[in-house]
């Protein structure tokens, strides 16, 4: 994720004082293929449905609610983003006072806001877990089904009404979660080797005639934002595969050294995905207003510099690891704390998404980050800390399903 974004910053600035920015890598045609591959995106998704749903019924065997899991899914996701949007903020004015072009500090905040449309897309799905799961309990395959299919009416009614795509930032994640929730409960066990290859395949040929007929774009990149059907396609695709080679995935993920990797990785993941694309797009900034050597995108120039470009932004990484990476910690309850009240939960979902949906919709500007800042330090407030853990965890509370288990795990897990 931080080497692919490294090699798709690529900002400008004209002799005649305007700056422009492009995507060098996605602009490559040769990409478009490797994407199709690389694009893992959806399996965020699918993780996010395998331990969302398992961490939902360890929840309610504790004597939890959705109000509890909701309020513990916002507190692991917003509070690494409200230090992010602050911090954004406060530089970015801070260099408008100083004198810094409008445009340069709009290109920043274009660029660095990047990360916050999956924060946005992610804590849609996460919410939504207790509803669908509930769904899930009583017709699996129905509510599958039907989110596939508001999926495709979405995409069917978007050239006439664009901002209906959006819809799909709900529909579509949700429906690749629901995934999720069928590994977690290991239906796709009884599915035999060659049944599951012929899945991915199926999946990806699919994917493929949609593309051929021109119906969609063959760049996932494009097809990212706002989603459409060909990423629950590509969902269905990596999901098979994640079952089908399961066996050989445990074997690497046993040894000792990866799994203490992997553990260190995941406590921090977030962290790293908010904050590299900022410091990078910072970096670029910094650079147009220097006379050091910038390349033009695409040039051999810009392609060698690029291996320098990704350790400086992992050398800049570090210090905010060790600053804000606690941030990521669970948030853990005071012994008398209580759960608070579902209006106050509520309420702190509206107020993140609020800002979000503007950003997304209309472009993050410095005005709308200094409100996010605002709303999501509001939200943080809200919530207050973690509900109390209540009961005593019961053994095989639900089905235990064949993944994930340890050292498997998601970083938003309670």
């Given at each position: 994720?931080?080497?692919s ?66 309020q ?41 806001g ?19 799961a ?7 395959r ?26 799909n ?42 593309v051929?007929l ?12 706002p ?29 000792i ?126 919530l ?31």
């Amino acid at each position: 994720m931080v080497t692919s974004h490294s090699l798709m910053v690529s900002p400008e600035l004209h002799p005649d004082g305007t700056v422009t920015t492009e995507n060098t890598l996605g602009n490559q045609r040769w990409f478009e293929p490797v994407v199709w591959i690389l694009q893992i995106m959806p399996l965020f998704f699918v993780a996010g449905g395998i331990t969302g749903l398992q961490s939902w019924r360890r929840l309610r065997a504790r004597g939890g609610n959705a109000v509890d899991f909701i309020q513990g899914r916002m507190l692991r996701l917003i509070r690494p983003a409200s230090v992010l949007l602050a911090v954004m903020f406060a530089g970015l004015w801070g260099a408008r006072l100083a004198g810094v072009d409008v445009q340069v500090i709009q290109l920043l905040a274009t660029g660095a806001g990047m990360p916050l449309w999956f924060l946005a897309a992610y804590l849609a799905a996460q919410l939504n877990l207790p509803m669908f799961a509930a769904l899930h309990a009583r017709a699996p395959r129905l509510t599958l089904a039907g989110l596939a299919c508001l999926v495709i009416t979405v995409d069917c009614l978007r050239g006439a009404l664009p901002l209906l795509a959006y819809l799909n930032m709900v529909f579509l994640w949700c429906a690749v979660q629901q995934l999720g929730f069928f590994l977690a409960d290991g239906r796709l066990l009884g599915l035999t080797r060659p049944a599951l290859a012929g899945l991915l395949v199926g999946s990806n040929l699919v994917l493929g005639l949609l593309v051929a007929l021109g119906l969609y774009s063959g760049n996932m990149l494009v097809n990212l934002n706002p989603p459409n059907l060909t990423l629950l396609l590509l969902a269905i695709a990596q999901a098979a595969a994640l079952q089908l080679f399961r066996p050989a995935l445990l074997r690497v993920a046993s040894a000792i050294r990866l799994r203490r990797m992997m553990a260190v990785v995941g406590r921090r993941s977030m962290t790293v995905y908010l904050w590299h694309l900022p410091l990078l797009a910072a970096m670029s900034g910094l650079l147009l207003l220097t006379d050091f050597p910038q390349p033009a995108g695409g040039t051999p120039a810009w392609w060698w510099s690029r291996p320098l470009v990704l350790m400086v932004v992992v050398i800049l990484l570090l210090p905010v690891l060790v600053l804000f990476g606690r941030l990521e910690d669970r948030p853990t309850p005071a012994a008398a704390s209580r759960s608070r009240p579902a209006a106050a939960v509520l309420t702190a979902a509206a107020v993140v998404f609020v800002p979000v949906a503007d950003a997304a919709l209309n472009g993050l500007t410095l005005g709308l980050l200094g409100g996010g800042a605002a709303c999501f330090a509001l939200a943080v407030l809200l919530l207050g800390r973690g509900p109390a853990r209540t009961g005593v965890p019961a053994r095989g509370a639900g089905p235990g399903g064949p993944l994930p288990r340890p050292p498997l795990s998601a970083n938003v897990e309670p």
